[in-house]
């Protein structure tokens, strides 16, 4: 799809096409409809990272919020979103053994009781052996601190589906 196309898109099919950019927050895709015509795929990326950019705190956790836990109760019961679930497999967390789910359940419910949201990463950028040693990793990190490591992979899974669906190779973020 190229940036024409794109500029072409009336609320409803922008909202179809990019409202799960960033997971499960079409409000962002709903505002950032309105800042068209883009002159190409950053600058469409760029508008999103400035909404959530500037958002207040409780906007930026609350973004958070909306993202499933990595191999979590969602993905055991199927009801995540069709670019989580390939992300979520893509990254092996769809073949655990009981023991690496438990311990991952234990490290995100000890994560979301500190921060008060979710631990978030992105899972193409990482697979089942990393992702616990990164959870535990950012589990000791000071809470402001953690909250702009999280809103950053927020941003590097927002720029992965992106370029899916403009069909751009994605830069290294
Ligand atoms: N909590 C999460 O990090 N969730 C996710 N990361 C991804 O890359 N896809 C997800 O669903």
New binding site residues.
């Given amino acids: 799809m190229d940036i024409e196309k794109v500029n072409s898109m009336d609320f409803g099919e922008f909202v179809d096409v990019f409202g799960n950019v960033i997971?499960r927050c079409p409000l962002i895709a709903a505002a950032v409809w309105s800042q068209r015509p883009f002159s190409n795929l950053e600058d469409l990326e760029k508008h999103f990272f400035a909404f959530i950019d500037a958002l207040p705190q409780s906007g930026r956790e609350g973004i958070l919020r909306c993202?499933?836990?990595?191999a979590g109760r969602e993905l055991q019961q199927g009801t995540?979103s069709a670019?989580?679930r390939r992300?979520?497999s893509g990254a092996g967390l769809t073949s655990l053994d009981a023991d690496e789910r438990l311990r991952l359940a234990e490290l995100n419910a000890q994560y979301r009781a500190r921060f008060g949201f979710?631990?978030?990463?992105?899972?193409?950028r990482s697979d089942r052996a990393a992702v616990p040693r990164e959870l535990a990793r950012r589990l000791r990190c000071p809470p402001a601190q953690e909250l702009r490591t999280a809103l950053a992979?927020v941003k590097k899974?927002g720029h992965l589906r992106l370029a899916d669906l403009l069909g751009a190779h994605p830069a290294g973020l």
Avoid: G, T
């Fill in positions: 997971e993202h499933p836990d990595l995540l670019e989580s992300e979520q979710p631990f978030v990463l992105a899972a193409r992979e899974i």
